[in-house]
């Protein structure tokens, strides 16, 4: 997944039709394969869109990544935010 491009990448969060779950997936995308990158605008239009407070839901989130390559621990692991 380390290969692919950002272009790439942005084609595959096209297919998710859940507007918050596809701006959270973006976001986690972006941490784990694009941030070191030069960032394109479709990206910037993500990262300004996200919210801590989204609201998306962590199964459906956990579905979207597996659904765009993440394996299932990454999945898991990548879909629940951490709440203090």
Known sequence: MTTRTTKEWFHLLRTIKNKPVRVQVANIVWWDY????????????YLKMWRY????????????????GYNEEQAKTRSTIPRN
């Open 53 to 68: 407070h989204n609201g998306a839901d962590p199964l459906v989130v956990e579905q979207a990544l597996l659904s765009i």
């Open 34 to 45: 694009i941030s070191k990158r030069r960032i394109h605008r479709p990206w910037k239009t």
